[in-house]
Every structure is written in structure tokens, then in C-alpha cells.
């Protein structure tokens, strides 16, 4: 039995109750919501991944000295890519009709590596929670691919949602997140 399910009620990490799930019918098999009765609403969905690597790396990554090219450019454009083909990869996801997606990708000394924040937009019937979540990560991904060849020891990290607005859930940010 699933260690948060308590007396019958589904749980979630802080043990607040969850809501049913709507990827699945009445049989427990996964299924694509309908959701051609929901009122259209502007929905926006902001995420952030990180790629951490070595000081040396970050250097010639800001110095748009890595042999591939220009990692943060080709980055941007593949997370944008991504985003526009999420329900081509994550079998639920409707195919949406995306107004904007935007990635930004910033040196992080701290890290040291990459901070990458991501933001999808739309006016319909869903969330675009999960393209911003794949462009944070093909992103991230692109960074891992270009610079490879000279710091294996990278590491994709903290990819999570930021925020998300619009819909019957209305808005919602990561405690601690501007």
C-alpha cells in the first residue's frame, strides 16, 4: 500500500488531503483529460533548472569559448523548441497553442554554473506548467550537451516550478520565491 495513503485518503508530502487525479479514469488507467467545457483563462507558468559545473567551465561558457558554439544562445533556442513540442513527449499533455515562451539564462558564480528561468504563455482551457518545466530542462540539457566535452562532472539540478497563474486553481508561487 502507498506509504501516504491514510485512511483512505490520498496525501501528499505535507499530509494535506490531494485532489483526485485527473490523468486517470474511473479504472485507474491513465487518461487525457477533456477539456473542451473549461472557460479559456490567460495562464502563465514560470520554472527554473540550474547546471552546476566547474568554475573553469562556467568561465569559458561566459567567455563563448566552448568548441560547440554559443551554449547560452543554443540553449534559448532549444528550450523555446521544446516547450512548442511538450505533448509530443509527456503523452498526457494536450497539444497547446503557445503565445509566448521565453528562457533566460544567467551565470550563477555561486552555483558556479548556469541558473535558467522559464515562462510560458497561452490563452486556453490548461496549464502550461509543464512547458515551462521542459524548457528548463531541455535548456539545462543543451548546456550538459555543448560543454561536455570539457567538464563531465556537470550536474542538471532543481528543475521545479516557480509559479503558475490562470485557471480554476488560480495562482500559486514556491514559498520563498519572488
Known amino acids: 500500500m502507498n506509504s501516504r495513503r ?67 544562445a543554443a540553449a534559448r533556442l532549444a528550450g523555446i523548441m521544446a516547450a512548442k513540442r511538450t505533448h509530443e513527449l509527456i503523452p498526457l499533455c494536450h497539444q497547446l497553442n503557445l503565445t509566448k515562451v521565453a528562457v533566460e539564462i544567467e551565470a550563477d558564480e555561486s552555483l558556479p554554473g548556469l541558473r535558467i528561468v522559464t515562462e510560458a504563455r497561452l490563452r486556453g482551457r490548461t496549464g502550461v506548467e509543464m512547458e515551462a518545466l521542459v524548457a528548463a530542462s531541455v535548456a539545462a540539457l543543451t548546456v550538459y550537451d555543448m560543454c561536455k566535452a570539457v567538464d563531465r562532472g556537470m550536474e542538471v539540478t532543481g528543475v521545479r516550478l516557480l509559479e503558475k497563474s490562470g485557471g480554476c486553481s488560480g495562482h500559486w508561487r514556491r514559498e520563498g520565491r519572488a
Open 6 to 72: 491514510r485512511e483512505g485518503v490520498e496525501r501528499g508530502s505535507e499530509g494535506a488531503p490531494l485532489r483526485e487525479l485527473s490523468h486517470l479514469d474511473e479504472r485507474g488507467r491513465a487518461s487525457m483529460v477533456d477539456v473542451g467545457a473549461k472557460d479559456e483563462t490567460e495562464r502563465v507558468a514560470r520554472a527554473e533548472a540550474a547546471v552546476v559545473m566547474a568554475p573553469e567551465t562556467l568561465a569559458i561558457v561566459v567567455d563563448e569559448a566552448v568548441p560547440k558554439g554559443d551554449v547560452v
